[in-house]
């Protein structure tokens, strides 16, 4: 029912479908899934919700034919398991991931794409997503094994931009960083205390940056895979840095160096 009568209640038992895959929540992260396309089968607003950005979401379910409902904010508590739901919580479909073949169809003639060698946290996961799509990445590989699955904590912890960056489930990552050389990828492995200075780095117009393990760093096949390892320089006697801060300051640097003047 879009736009249910505020007389009329839910419960979280009526919210409950057969293939349920998951459900989002704050107003940010919803109106990124209604914005970018994803698969979202209903909005729940509690019956308090007002401003500018519930209207927003409100628009842009109507545009994209999502039936919204509006609820007690206790069901919305209940439905997302937490009360920082910021009073919209949506249900949505699984994640749709990229074929490496959609990728490479997709990808412009100079890109950056980034690869993740078994990061566990969902956090950085989330935040490294964030950090490509904001650096103008063109997709990101992850490991189908061994790392962090993409869940309800992993779109909060990228704000959304999850919605925004292709996604491709590796079964075999060696391969495809190998597969990618042959498109014309050089691979770069990014680890801390190995390597040249990424500052003096010539980037290609293709390039795949490759982040590792939090503790582990990048795995022996991984790292043999790559065309050249880089490092960034620290001061101050650090080691390294958090996966996704690292990633930033790569990927923002070569976003700074492909920038035309005016």
Not at 15 to 30: A, D, I, P
Not at 185 to 210: I, N
Request: with cysteine; aromatic share 6%.
């Amino acid at each position: 029912m879009r736009g249910q009568d505020a007389n009329n209640r839910l419960s979280s038992r009526d919210m409950e479908t057969e293939g349920h895959t998951g459900v989002l929540w704050g107003l940010h992260e919803v109106a990124e899934a209604l914005e970018a396309g994803h698969p979202v089968d209903r909005v729940f607003f509690s019956r308090q919700a007002k401003g500018p950005r519930v209207e927003r979401i409100k628009e842009l379910a109507r545009r994209r034919g999502v039936p919204f409902d509006f609820v007690e904010v206790g069901v919305l508590g209940q439905l997302a398991g937490t009360r920082q739901h910021q009073e919209v919580v949506a249900r949505t479909g699984p994640v749709r991931y990229r074929s490496l073949e959609e990728l490479l169809a997709e990808a412009p003639a100079a890109c950056t794409l980034v690869a993740l060698d078994q990061v566990q946290h969902a956090g950085n996961l989330g935040l490294a997503i964030r950090t490509g799509a904001g650096a103008g990445a063109s997709g990101l590989l992850l490991p189908a094994r061994g790392g962090a699955l993409v869940n309800n904590e992993v779109v909060r912890a990228s704000s959304g931009a999850l919605f925004r960056l292709p996604l491709v489930s590796s079964p075999n990552l060696s391969r495809d960083l190998l597969l990618l050389k042959e498109a014309g990828f050089w691979v770069y492995g990014l680890e801390a205390g190995t390597g040249s200075d990424f500052f003096a780095v010539d980037w290609p117009p293709r390039r795949v940056l490759v982040a590792g393990n939090e503790t582990r760093g990048l795995r022996p096949l991984i790292r043999k895979s790559c065309d050249a390892l880089v490092q960034i320089p620290l001061a101050g006697g650090l080691d390294s840095l958090n996966v996704a801060v690292a990633l930033g300051v790569v990927l923002f640097d070569i976003a700074r160096k492909e920038r035309k003047p005016g």
